[in-house]
C-alpha cells in the first residue's frame, strides 16, 4: 500500500487539472505552431520566434511534468466529509483572534493551493500546525517570523 500523500481539496485538485489541461490543450499547441512557422523562415541562430517559442516550450513542458507529477501524488481530502467538526482539521474555515481581539477567518488548504491574502493558509504553515486539532475557546501560540502570538479559536466551519 503506497503511502498518503498531501492532502488537497477537490476544488485544488480540480483547479491543478485545469491548468495542465490549458497547458496541454491550448498553450503547448499554440506555441508548436508558432515554432513550426519559425522552423520554416530559414536561419534559426538569429530568428527571435524560434529561439521565444523554444524557450517557452520548454517552460510549459516543465510545468506540465510538475503538475502530473503533483497531481499523482496528492491525496484529495472532502472537508464535507469531516465526521468530528467541533475540531479543527484539514478544509476547516477557523475564525481566530488575536491578543488585541482582531478576528480573522483562515481556511486550512493543501500546500498547493494556499494563497494566504485569500485566507487560505497550507497545512504545513505555522499557523495550520498550531491550530490542529483546536476547538472553540483554545488558544495557540504560532511561532511567526515576526514574532510569538497567541490566537484564540473563536468559530470553526467546514464547506
Not at 12 to 20: E, F, Q
Not at 41 to 46: A, F, H, I, L
Amino acid at each position: 500500500m503506497k503511502p498518503a500523500g498531501p492532502p488537497i481539496t477537490p476544488a485544488g485538485m480540480a483547479a491543478l487539472k485545469a491548468r495542465y489541461d490549458h497547458l496541454l490543450g491550448t498553450e503547448r499547441p499554440a506555441i508548436v505552431e508558432i515554432v513550426s512557422w519559425a522552423a520554416g523562415n530559414g536561419d534559426r541562430s538569429e530568428n527571435g520566434d524560434y529561439l521565444y517559442g523554444r524557450k517557452k516550450m520548454r517552460e510549459i513542458d516543465r510545468e506540465l511534468a510538475h503538475l502530473a507529477r503533483r497531481m499523482k501524488v496528492l491525496r484529495v481530502v472532502d472537508p464535507a466529509a469531516q465526521v468530528d467538526r467541533a475540531r479543527v482539521f484539514f478544509g476547516a474555515k477557523v475564525t481566530i483572534a488575536d491578543e488585541d481581539d482582531n478576528h480573522q477567518t483562515v481556511t486550512l488548504v493543501g500546500d498547493d493551493e494556499q494563497d494566504a491574502g485569500a485566507g487560505r493558509i497550507g497545512w504545513n504553515s505555522p499557523m495550520a500546525r498550531a491550530l490542529r486539532g483546536a476547538a472553540v475557546g483554545d488558544v495557540r501560540v504560532v511561532a511567526l517570523p515576526s514574532g510569538t502570538r497567541e490566537w484564540e479559536v473563536m468559530a470553526i466551519a467546514y464547506d
